[in-house]
């Protein structure tokens, strides 16, 4: 009667790259909380950087660079950048993997082409393959929104319609990586020479829509 909706059921490999993926923003999400305790530790011993901003090399020689007053201050300090330096080293060793998994067969067309937008590198590139999986389950743009969660909430009642802020229902981690990369769509930004050469190769009409 129509009334079965079909499930699209991803292939194991889809499911490991995606659960890899998960991983990779999880290590940054960590490395991002260790910064901020830093941060937060040194402020409460009244030291803060005006020099300008955080975590440049220069941010990181004037912390590197600091001598507490008491020995395990010093000590807290160490662990901090310790923690600091292996989440580095491991993010930076995922996101060598994750280019070199877009590179595979299976991958390479489609992450390409999703690259001609503006904002789409190859994280969110193949996030979007991996947890979309089949884009022809979505027939319109609505479909796609309502999916991520993107549309207004509703609470209606007789002739009166109240709209809220989005429902933030379904995929949160690729509903962040959209919303990153909307930001760049903002505004006009001239093609940049980066971009362009992404889209080197691509089918005219591709980059034409993209723009």
Not at 117 to 134: H, N, P, Q, R, W
Not at 182 to 208: C, D, F, N, P
Request: charge should be positive; include cysteine.
């Amino acid at each position: 009667n129509g009334d079965l909706t079909e499930v699209y059921v991803p292939t194991k490999k889809d499911e490991s790259v995606r659960d890899y993926l998960r991983m990779y923003e999880d290590s940054k999400t960590d490395l991002k909380r260790v910064k901020q305790r830093l941060l937060h530790f040194l402020l409460r011993r009244r030291l803060r950087y005006t020099e300008g901003k955080n975590w440049t090399q220069k941010h990181k020689a004037w912390i590197r660079s600091l001598e507490m007053e008491y020995p395990i201050d010093q000590e807290t300090l160490s662990e901090y950048l310790s923690q600091i330096a292996d989440l580095e080293e491991r993010c930076q060793r995922i996101a060598c993997r994750i280019e070199e998994i877009a590179e595979g067969e299976e991958y390479r067309n489609r992450v390409a082409a999703l690259k001609a937008f503006k904002g789409i590198e190859t994280l969110i590139a193949l996030s979007l393959i991996v947890e979309i999986c089949d884009f022809r389950r979505f027939a319109a743009a609505s479909q796609f929104m309502a999916f991520l969660g993107l549309v207004p909430s509703e609470r209606s009642s007789g002739n009166k319609r109240r709209l809220g802020g989005i429902t933030k229902a379904g995929n949160s981690h690729l509903r962040k990586l959209l919303v990153q990369s909307a930001w760049h769509y903002q505004s006009y930004q001239a093609t940049s020479a980066r971009l362009m050469k992404r889209r080197v190769g691509l089918e005219s009409s591709l980059v034409s829509y993209a723009n």
